[in-house]
T-cell receptor
């Protein structure tokens, strides 16, 4: 049962345009969402997060939107740059407990074409 | 500041062999994790620890063991390697709480033949 789904395995975008990466979740207990970026042969690195009390969080070129009713979040990258080419993982965490245990999606490979 | 350090980076094991993946962090984080990533899949949590002496199972613990004798170290033990354990393993650490960033190591590529 895949609780966090990234239905697009890959996305190709021209440099300077907007990249939109999508993520859907099924568990209504999730209340914190994160995006991680991963380059080949490296570990994932944190990119941006959003709490369920918000519907938007912005950090420079990166904006995450959360639609709780649709159980959907998206990551917007504007403008896209070749260095943004990487695999992007969506992750979610449920409330409760003393630990943060993330459920990851399968990732979307973003290719930004110069 | 090295962050999260994993060793070895690459290893080939024969079926039935045992090995330990080492993980150390220098950020004084209480929380540490082991994930595995199979091709085309997301990261799956194997085990985690909320502090020295405390460990708990994640989504996919079978075939693995962990220990946490110090805050810094969180080794992952494979007792009887199986081909299904061929994967990339990531150690990670974080402070306490949902809003603390999880920092990952660079990964350990393990092949069981």
């Amino acid at each position: 049962d895949q609780q966090v789904k990234q239905n697009s395995p890959s996305l190709s975008v021209q440099e300077g345009r907007i990249s939109i990466l999508n993520c859907d979740y099924t568990n209504s207990m999730f209340d914190y969402f994160l995006w991680y970026k991963k380059y080949p042969a490296e570990g994932p690195t944190f990119l941006i997060s959003i709490s369920s009390i918000k519907d938007k969080n912005e950090d420079g070129r990166f904006t995450v939107f959360l639609n709780k009713s649709a159980k959907h979040l998206s990551l917007h990258i504007v403008p896209s740059q070749p260095g943004d080419s990487a695999v992007y993982f969506c992750a979610a965490s449920a409330k409760g407990g003393a630990t943060n245990k993330l459920i990851f999606g399968t990732g979307t490979l973003l290719a930004v074409q110069p | 500041n090295a962050g999260v350090t994993q060793t070895p980076k690459f290893r080939i094991l024969k079926i039935g062999q045992s090995m330990t993946l080492q993980c150390a962090q220098d950020m004084n984080h209480n929380y540490m994790y082991w994930y595995r990533q199979d091709p085309g899949m997301g990261l799956k949590l194997i085990y985690y620890s909320v502090g020295a002496g405390i460990t708990d199972k994640g989504e996919v613990p079978n075939g693995y063991n962990v220990s946490r004798s110090t805050t810094e170290d969180f080794p992952l033990r494979l007792e009887l390697a199986a081909p299904s354990q061929t994967s990339v393993y990531f150690c990670a650490s974080s402070g306490q709480g949902l809003e603390n960033t999880i920092y990952f190591g660079e990964g350990s590529w393990l092949t069981v033949v």
